[in-house]
């Protein structure tokens, strides 16, 4: 089992930077990929970025040279710098880790809110 917890969400101006966390916990070595999804109001929750535990990376097109994943071994954190905001990136955040075996199997947080006022 893995445990999930974001943190860092917010209200922000257009133009502006969040930078949202993850916390994970339980069975971490089983991890072979973390990642951001999103879930705007009345809308389909889309991926925004993940990071494998090679340290490879991938973006939406809609966040690419905006946001950047990164993560921390050793505090078991994955975090999404998110720059240059748009009232478009309003959403709840969900953090997401992905278990090749035993599985495949997907683990969630509960989200946070990030808003970009115009």
């Known amino acids: 089992q893995v445990q999930l917890v974001e943190s860092g969400g917010g209200l922000v101006q257009a133009g502006g930077s969040l930078r949202l966390s993850c916390a994970a916990s339980?069975?971490?070595?089983?991890?072979?990929?973390m990642g951001w999804y999103r879930q705007a109001p009345g809308k389909q929750r889309e991926w925004v970025a993940l990071?494998?535990?090679?340290?490879?990376?991938n973006y939406a097109d809609s966040v690419k040279g905006r946001f950047t994943i990164s993560r921390d071994n050793a505090k078991n954190t994955v975090y999404l710098q998110m720059n240059s905001l748009k009232p478009e990136d309003t959403a709840v955040y969900y953090c997401?880790?992905?278990?090749?075996?035993?599985?495949?199997?997907?683990?969630w947080g509960k989200g946070t809110l990030v808003t970009v006022s115009s």
């Open positions: 997401n880790a992905f278990q090749r075996q035993p599985g495949p199997r997907d683990y």
């Open positions: 339980g069975s971490i070595a089983s991890i072979n990929a």
């Open positions: 990071i494998t535990s090679g340290g490879s990376t």
